[in-house]
């Protein structure tokens, strides 16, 4: 059975995407945060969140890469963490030029000793100074010694995610670029 998609308004029509259909709004059943949209699988445990955040001001960032692991440290909370290869990938329909990066990491961030695999999208916007960060969670993994070699134990979870990003990274646009920050002041202005 094909996986139906559905074109969604993101952070009040200034962004606009694609996800499946059994993805619901999670901020109808809880409070998310102004910055951020979460849409969690009805069918399953995934959820996908979209972050808006501004670019790190760390001495320690030199480069996307770099970036990219400040990312997904922040996100894995000072837990475990296991970064797979990440990839420079495109955004259909963003600027070229545009850095986004895509990659897997795997970890544990909780007390309850559960492991969570991610795929995580970071999307560099230089002259919004700011990132978009885009994740889909895979919560409630056993551990593994090495989850990008054993692929065959994310199995249809992990290709799930990665036709869901795959699709998003299709059908992500911006509206309106007055939603993202780039100048000092912290003044919305076109993009």
Aim: proline fraction near 4%; charge should be negative; hydrophobic fraction near 40%.
């Amino acid at each position: 059975m094909s996986t139906q998609y559905k074109m969604l308004d993101l952070f009040g029509g200034a962004i606009k995407v694609e996800l499946p259909h059994s993805f619901v709004d999670l901020s109808e059943y809880r409070q998310i945060p102004d910055h951020q949209e979460v849409y969690g699988d009805q069918r399953g445990l995934e959820t996908i969140l979209v972050d808006i955040t501004q670019r790190p001001d760390d001495e320690s960032i030199h480069s996307d890469a770099d970036a990219f692991d400040f990312h997904a440290s922040d996100i894995m909370d000072g837990g475990s963490l296991n970064v797979g290869p990440v990839l420079e990938v495109a955004i259909a329909k963003l600027p070229e030029g545009t850095s986004s990066r895509l990659g897997f990491i795997y970890g544990n961030s909780n007390e309850k000793g559960k492991y969570q695999g991610i795929l995580l999208l970071l999307v560099r916007l230089a002259a919004e100074k700011t990132d978009l960060v885009i994740s889909i969670v895979m919560p409630e993994m056993d551990e593994m010694d090495d989850p990008i070699l054993e692929n065959q134990v994310l199995g249809a979870r992990y290709d799930k995610a990665s036709a869901v990003m795959d699709r998003f990274r299709e059908t992500f646009e911006i509206v309106d670029w007055s939603l993202l920050v780039n100048d000092e002041e912290g003044e919305n202005v076109e993009g």
